[in-house]
């Protein structure tokens, strides 16, 4: 049975589209189960454009996690990227933010203190290099990240701007008028 798409959402026929674009080779579609495994070995939730841009076909290339074949620890390492980097601007930067209260004295207690609050914020799940999408399940819509520490900037208003940006000739966007939609956490690094 096909799950039903939200409004708005990449349909398998674009998102085939948009892999022909990728300039990098398309292995076959991940299946339901295949997607469900992969959520559930590695805790997080694909958002639904993803989950439909990965069942139309995987990229693979040093750039795109491999979720069929991959190293389980480097795909977990992709997924720790941005919250590692986070921490790293704390522990090495001075980076707090203002509403975390006062910051703790020393580097490794702000490190834990900043860990604990970060378990909560939503996981950004790695699409192509350190571009990631939030993993918000059943959603459409976000934009999709470009992420380094706290250096943080909007690569696309949505999947489908950003692989029309990075990856169609001519780059043309597709965002919407309004801009990008709100991340908790992660939008307040986006100027």
């Given at each position: 049975?096909?799950?039903?798409?939200?409004?708005?959402?990449?349909?398998?026929?674009?998102?085939?589209?948009?892999?022909?674009?990728?300039?990098?080779?398309?292995?076959?579609?991940?299946?339901?189960?295949?997607?469900?495994?992969?959520?559930?070995?590695?805790?997080?939730?694909?958002?639904?454009?993803?989950?439909?841009?990965?069942?139309?076909?995987?990229?693979?290339?040093?750039?795109?996690?491999?979720?069929?074949?991959?190293?389980?620890?480097?795909?977990?390492?992709?997924?720790?990227?941005?919250?590692?980097?986070?921490?790293?601007?704390?522990?090495?930067?001075?980076?707090?933010?203002?509403?975390?209260?006062?910051?703790?004295?020393?580097?490794?207690?702000?490190?834990?203190?900043?860990?604990?609050?970060?378990?909560?914020?939503?996981?950004?799940?790695?699409?192509?290099?350190?571009?990631?999408?939030?993993?918000?399940?059943?959603?459409?819509?976000y934009?999709?990240?470009?992420?380094?520490?706290?250096?943080?900037?909007?690569?696309?208003?949505?999947?489908?701007?950003?692989?029309?940006?990075?990856?169609?000739?001519?780059g043309?966007?597709?965002a919407?008028?309004?801009?990008?939609r709100?991340?908790?956490?992660?939008?307040?690094?986006?100027?």
């Amino acid at each position: 049975m096909t799950p039903v798409q939200p409004a708005g959402a990449l349909t398998p026929e674009e998102a085939r589209h948009l892999q022909e674009n990728l300039r990098e080779p398309v292995r076959p579609g991940l299946s339901e189960a295949e997607l469900d495994d992969v959520e559930h070995r590695f805790g997080f939730r694909f958002a639904a454009d993803h989950r439909t841009f990965l069942s139309a076909g995987v990229p693979i290339g040093d750039r795109w996690p491999d979720w069929r074949c991959g190293n389980p620890d480097q795909l977990r390492k992709r997924l720790a990227w941005p919250v590692d980097g986070v921490l790293y601007d704390v522990e090495h930067n001075g980076f707090w933010l203002p509403d975390w209260g006062t910051r703790p004295v020393g580097p490794e207690d702000a490190v834990r203190e900043a860990r604990r609050r970060l378990a909560d914020v939503p996981q950004l799940v790695p699409v192509c290099g350190h571009r990631y999408l939030p993993g918000l399940p059943g959603t459409v819509g976000y934009p999709v990240l470009s992420v380094y520490q706290t250096d943080i900037i909007v690569y696309g208003s949505d999947l489908r701007d950003y692989l029309h940006r990075e990856f169609a000739t001519g780059g043309i966007s597709t965002a919407p008028p309004d801009g990008p939609r709100y991340i908790p956490f992660w939008s307040r690094f986006i100027d």
